[in-house]
């Protein structure tokens, strides 16, 4: 019986080396793939801001270009070039209020009430115009700011060998500045 438990002992002993292995791999590749996470995460975050960098420069190469080298006429190509947006949305709104008060115009003619014919002449349709307008001039940076302040910057954990302290670290961003053709 002695020798039944020795054996088994003798057995269970050369396993836990193996075991304490398993599970001491298990946490590396667990810290491993922690790691590899957060650098894709910061290279995602890093390849974003990037972007918005491009994408605001070419959004103002056209403003800064010079054309003719006189800096009245090239003050005033650049205004326009900057005001194309400004102009067709102000355009389309006198539009729009101009069509909505001749219709608000023969609603009233006709008897309805003006509180009637406002009823009327608001539909879903008019809602969504609306908001894709207000959506377009204010919701983009809006929401830029909003998911800013709702996801902060993540710590990255670096972990040391010495006295198993873990040891926050931030991660670093690359500056936004620099958006006007700044190199």
């Given amino acids: ?22 599970f001491n791999n298990k946490e590396d590749h667990r810290h491993e793939a922690e790691m590899l996470t957060l ?28 054309l003719t080298g006189w800096k009245i006429i090239d003050g005033l190509v650049s205004l326009y070039n900057m005001s194309v947006r400004p102009t067709i949305t102000y355009i389309f709104m006198a539009t729009y209020i101009l069509v909505k008060y001749a219709i608000y115009t023969s609603y009233t003619q006709i008897g309805y009430t ?4 406002v009823s009327v002449l608001w539909t879903s349709e008019d809602f969504a115009v609306f908001s894709t307008i207000m959506a377009f001039w204010f919701g983009g940076r809006f929401m830029k700011w909003t998911l800013e302040r709702l996801n902060p910057p993540k710590k990255e954990v ?12 931030p991660v670093v961003t690359p500056p936004s500045g620099g958006t006007h053709g700044d190199k």
């Fill in 1 to 22: 019986m002695l020798a039944l438990i020795g054996t088994i002992l003798g057995l269970l002993g050369s396993l836990a080396p193996e075991i304490l292995k398993y």
């Fill in 39 to 66: 650098t894709h995460t910061y290279h995602l975050e890093e390849v974003n801001v990037e972007a918005d960098i491009s994408s605001e420069q070419a959004a103002y190469k056209n403003a800064t270009q010079i």
């Fill in 114 to 117: 003006w509180q009637q014919a």
């Fill in 158 to 169: 670096v972990r040391t060998n010495g006295n198993g302290a873990d040891k926050p670290k």
